[in-house]
């Protein structure tokens, strides 16, 4: 008789009956050596609804309930990462039918996410949906279907634009991806570390030659410190500068600028320090460099609403800035202007006090005091 009662309730749908998910619990590497390209890395995390944070290696940590009716997904700071990782991580729930269904072992998430892809005839703009099974070994393997389109630009302005999809462009890609747990991920080397024996390993003379291969730089003297290398650079104008730091702060040395370029004989010079094993193994490029890339993202406006930067110089770990505003601009309107264009070389860029500079006949300037922090 409960037996009959038990069926009955099942076909009319008033006892849930069992969810074919597959288990995906347990903790996966996502960092270092995961077998995840940055873009799909990035993709993967904001489908399952937690947010990347940047600063050593990441696990991924899944606990699925025994009805496969949730999942809860968090990220974790693996053992090898710095110190300043050690944090709270995000975490996600997520509940069957809502944000994730599943088929023949396969959890398909629901919410796609807004993606790009390059072809071989342009830019395609699409979404990408992700689902997630069992791999190999212990692991987790992903799929990642793509379906964009390339568009039109009608108009554009600042962050404002209008667009329309070009006729026969359609495409869908798929990718797959598999990442493994995370006690059988191998340990990071300490990238300091390397950079500091590889610096160590070389001598004054194969150093310069190094530097100037790496930036094309005439150098002049070298002198060996207790800290490190010193090297004279000089450079013959403003291009030729800002192309050397750029080969600088993509190169694998331990360096920083410690004598800020100034031009006198038709020549830039400025002094670097490659540091030895026993200083920090810091990539730090001068504020002459921070300068030029913020004239180069600050918003331009309409005269006479702007800001142009009066001057930049190295304050302490970071650098600051003096910004000049004109015409009504406010300090938090020309840095989020500035942050909405992005750079690979500055992080941030704070505000921290307003001056006020009089001049003759009662004239006056506003400025405003950033403090600007640089990607490591």
């Known amino acids: 008789m409960r037996r009959s009662i038990l069926l009955f309730l099942l076909a009319v749908g008033l006892v849930p009956s069992a969810i074919a998910c597959p288990d995906l619990t347990g903790r996966y590497r996502i960092g270092y050596k995961s077998g995840l390209e940055p873009d799909a890395y990035g993709g993967i995390l904001t489908a399952l609804q937690v947010t990347r944070r940047p600063g050593g290696d990441l696990d991924l940590e899944i606990s699925s309930s025994s009805d496969g009716r949730t999942m809860a997904v968090r990220l974790l700071a693996s053992p090898t990462s710095p110190t300043e990782t050690q944090q709270r991580q995000p975490h996600a729930k997520l509940s ?65 634009r209008i667009s329309i999809p070009m006729p026969l462009t359609r495409r869908k890609l798929v990718e797959t991806a598999e990442v493994m747990p995370a006690h059988l991920a191998p340990t990071p080397p300490d990238p300091a570390m390397l950079a500091r024996k590889r610096a160590e390993e070389l001598t004054l003379d194969s150093l310069a030659s190094k530097v100037r291969s790496l930036t094309g730089a005439s150098i002049g003297v070298t002198e060996a410190k207790a800290e490190g290398t010193l090297l004279y650079l000089r450079a013959g104008g403003t291009d030729a500068m800002l192309r050397i730091e750029d080969s600088l702060l993509t190169s694998d040395l331990p360096y920083e600028v410690v004598g800020e370029p100034y031009w006198a004989g038709s020549v830039y010079t400025f002094k670097i320090l490659v540091r030895s094993e026993r200083g920090r193994a810091v990539r730090r490029p001068s504020a002459f460099r921070v300068e030029k890339e913020l004239e180069k993202l600050l918003c331009v ?18 650098y600051e800035a003096l910004v000049e505003l004109l015409g009504g601009l406010t300090a938090a309107e020309a840095a989020d202007c500035f942050a909405r264009r992005g750079s690979n070389l500055i992080s941030q860029t704070l505000p921290v006090a307003t001056e006020l500079e009089f001049r003759g006949s009662g004239g006056k300037r506003e400025l405003s005091v950033w403090r600007v922090k640089v990607t490591r």
């Open 96 to 160: 069957f039918g809502a944000d994730y269904d599943c088929k023949d072992g396969v959890v398909s998430l629901l919410a796609p996410f807004d993606d790009g892809r390059k072809s071989d005839n342009g830019y395609l703009e699409g979404t990408t949906v992700v689902s997630m099974r069992r791999g190999s070994g212990g692991g987790l393997a992903f799929t990642l279907q793509f379906t964009g389109v390339q568009r039109s630009t009608l108009y554009s302005y600042d962050s404002a």
């Open 301 to 318: 406006y309409h005269h006479p609403k702007g800001s142009y930067v009066v001057k930049t110089k190295r304050n302490g770990e970071d």
